[in-house]
């Protein structure tokens, strides 16, 4: 199969275009063209992860952490660690592709995989993504308000959390008069004509407009199209931040503790102590995440099992809440057997 090929299913899964705007996501070496023979995921990029597809013949690395999260001033081969990756890749022919934040963000990713780990059900994200998406209003006549509103659909529209092919319609009348130069699929040039016609609400990921405005166009009959885009500032229901889930029934704090313990697989880790009797209501998030404290907090977890905690949010929690700190690699691993099923 071709590189692109491949690198679509994850992205119309998690989308570039909802990772963090200082994130460098997608292709950072080689060629999309390529035919892959095997593949290799990892979290990070380094010399013996290069190695490590070379001898296993695969020409594909996917990993979550870009290798170029920075501009590169030079390419040194003798003393940079990330120009000699560059160049052991580029000599090998083999194409690196990151899906980081992106992976972050989306649904049965990076958090989802985490609270799946911890037996975690009723899973939501934490916090949702706000402000990238659109409500598209188009005018169609009643015959042909299936076909686009399917093509529409086909390519992402009206979707809103577990529920796809969404969309409101009321009936009305179009009116217009084509010019002599119209060529009007319904009436006659020169003619004032009324139409019956579908008003079609759509919401729309802003990074999926220009691909729905086209397939629209493609499908609807009229040689001109009416139609009207609305940003909207509402939360978006189908990428976030974190997750928040409950276990199937209560434990006391030191059962949760083990619990964290055997299923991240963790000889060690960081927590603090919380007045919690019980816990039952848990917030995750893969990776660096104790900037969501207040939004655990407010959602009523009695615990946070996250990474990279500092001091002073220890601090802070007091005894609100359990934080615990089970490491960056240990709460990131486990999506890349998604990405994994995925391409399977």
Not at 107 to 118: C, I, N, Q
Not at 155 to 166: D, H, L, R
Request: hydrophobic residues 40%; glycine residues 6%; proline residues 2%.
């Amino acid at each position: 199969m071709r590189c692109d090929k491949i690198i679509k299913i994850i992205e119309d899964w998690a989308p570039k275009s909802i990772a963090w705007e200082k994130d460098n996501v997608g292709l950072q070496v080689g060629s999309l063209h390529r035919e892959i023979k095997n593949i290799l995921l990892c979290l990070d990029v380094d010399e013996k992860v290069v190695d490590e597809a070379v001898g296993k013949n695969c020409n594909l690395i996917i990993s979550h952490h870009p290798l170029l999260f920075k501009s590169l001033n030079r390419i040194d081969t003798e003393n940079d660690r990330t120009s000699r990756i560059l160049e052991k890749l580029i000599k090998k022919e083999i194409t690196l592709y990151s899906a980081h934040t992106n992976l972050d963000f989306t649904k049965d990713g990076v958090s989802f995989k985490l609270a799946k780990k911890l037996g975690l059900t009723n899973q939501k994200f934490l916090l949702n993504l706000s402000s990238n998406q659109n409500k598209l209003v188009v005018f169609v006549p009643v015959t042909h308000t299936e076909k686009v509103a399917g093509a529409m659909y086909n390519v992402g529209a009206g979707k809103i959390g577990e529920y796809t092919n969404c969309s409101f319609r009321t009936l009305g009348t179009g009116t217009f008069k084509g010019s002599k130069k119209s060529n009007p699929v319904i009436g006659l040039k020169d003619k004032i004509e009324k139409v019956d016609e579908i008003k079609l609400e759509l919401l729309v990921n802003s990074f999926d407009l220009k691909e729905v405005i086209a397939e629209m166009k493609k499908a609807h009959p009229y040689e001109e199209v009416a139609y009207d885009v609305y940003p909207l500032a509402n939360e978006n229901v189908n990428y976030g931040v974190g997750v928040i889930g409950e276990l199937k029934k209560g434990l006391s704090e030191k059962e949760f503790l083990s619990l964290v313990s055997k299923s991240l697989n963790l000889n060690n880790f960081r927590f603090n102590r919380s007045k919690k009797s019980r816990i039952k209501k848990v917030a995750v998030c893969g990776g660096s995440g104790s900037d969501l404290l207040d939004n655990a907090l407010m959602s009523g977890a009695d615990a946070l099992v996250t990474a990279d905690i500092k001091y002073h949010t220890f601090q802070d929690a007091g005894n609100r809440i359990l934080l615990i700190d089970a490491g960056h690699y240990e709460t990131e691993i486990h999506s890349l057997n998604e990405i994994k099923n995925r391409i399977e």
